[in-house]
């Protein structure tokens, strides 16, 4: 697969554990979040995504939660299995939700 | 099967030498975009369209030009590659004329540029 994974921060997580993954961002103009995951050789694939009007959303197995004050986002995956490992970005929308802008990502290993 | 296809997939070509990297979808989508991820730096948006014949820059569109002619296709073009656009590209589409909610990502294209 593509080396995407290399120069990123590395989060090792044993499987079953909960797992956080935290995004800093900084376009305050951002007023739609997403948070995508990147298996290698592979796309992005949405995962879960907030308004900036919540705090908190949660989907199966993952919740995000949104700190506007510090412009703070982070994904929490519970029970983490195996094929969670991957890389994980987050993503702000702005300009009509036409712009896009990505964090750098977190890797994501899941020790079996 | 719903997809976001791109072509080529992998590409190693010279400095100067126009080149065109395909991307189209099945899905009747309004909103396509092309992103380019390189390492410790992510994904960035090149250009995006939200429609037929609606296009707009993103944040990294220099050296980069594509066309919205039809709802399906939304063709990458570099008219004079350099080394410095070496990086993997892929292509994005989502059914409303925005990237809300969920955009699907095509495989990817790996592009060198010697």
């Known amino acids: 697969g593509e080396s995407v994974g290399l120069h990123l921060p590395t989060l090792s997580v044993q499987e079953g554990d909960n797992s956080i993954i935290n995004c800093a961002y900084s376009n305050s103009a951002s007023d739609y979040f997403i948070w995508y995951k990147q298996e290698s050789g592979k796309g992005p694939q949405f995962i879960i995504d907030?308004?900036?009007?919540?705090d908190k959303r949660q989907g199966q197995r993952v919740t995000v939660l949104l700190n506007k004050t510090v412009k703070h986002l982070s994904l929490q995956i519970a029970a983490t299995q195996p094929g969670d490992s991957a890389v994980y970005f987050c993503a702000g929308l702005s300009g009509g939700y036409q712009k896009v802008t990505f964090g750098t990502g977190t890797k994501l290993q899941v020790i079996p | 099967e719903a997809q976001v296809t791109q072509n080529p997939r992998y590409l190693i070509t010279v400095t100067g030498k126009k080149l065109t990297v395909t991307c189209s979808q099945n899905?009747?989508?309004?909103?396509m975009s092309w992103y380019r991820q390189d390492p410790g730096l992510g994904l960035r948006q090149i250009y995006y369209s939200m429609n037929v014949e609606v296009t707009d820059k993103g944040d990294v569109p220099e050296g980069y030009k594509v066309s919205r002619k039809e709802k399906r296709n939304f063709p990458l073009i570099l008219e004079s590659p350099s080394p410095n656009q070496t990086s993997l590209y892929f292509c994005?589409?989502?059914?409303?004329?925005?990237?809300?909610?969920?955009?699907?990502f095509g495989p990817g294209t790996r592009l060198t540029v010697l």
């Open positions: 994005a589409s989502s059914l409303r004329n925005s990237a809300y909610n969920e955009q699907f």
């Open positions: 899905m009747n989508h309004e909103y």
């Open positions: 907030i308004r900036s009007n919540m």
